[in-house]
């Protein structure tokens, strides 16, 4: 089982940017995918970004591709998602989550089976 603690997050105005940080405990890190989803109020939890095992491999959600990118440093077990050209409506609780594989074949949430608590986003018009 991987523990995830997400911090970064904040209040910025829109075009602002923030980075996001998700400190992993853990033996299984390093051969895990990783991903970040949110959720806003009143809506669904929505796949934000996700990275493979390496670092070598990104995927987006289309909302944000361009504006965001997630990398990782196994060193410090630690994932990232640096978020620029930040807008309103990206404003939501961010969660980072740990992949049952290595790589990211597929990203359904219950592709996901370790859960950070999530850190706010917010961005004012």
């Known amino acids: 089982q991987v523990q995830l603690v997400e911090s970064g997050g904040g209040l910025v105005q829109a075009g602002g940017s923030l980075r996001l940080s998700c400190a992993a405990s853990g033996r299984t890190f390093s051969n895990r995918a990783m991903g970040w989803f949110r959720q806003a109020p009143g809506k669904e939890r929505e796949f934000v970004a996700a990275?493979?095992?390496?670092?070598?491999?990104?995927d987006y959600a289309d909302s944000v591709k361009g504006r965001f990118t997630c990398s990782r440093d196994n060193a410090k077990n630690t994932v990232y998602l640096q978020m620029k050209k930040l807008k309103p409506e990206d404003t939501a609780v961010y969660c980072c989550?740990?992949?049952?594989?290595?790589?990211?074949?597929?990203?359904?949430?219950?592709?996901?089976?370790?859960w950070g608590q999530g850190t706010q986003v917010t961005v004012s018009s």
């Open positions: 989550a740990a992949h049952r594989e290595s790589l990211v074949t597929t990203i359904t949430l219950t592709d996901f089976g370790s």
């Open positions: 990275i493979n095992w390496s670092g070598g491999s990104t």
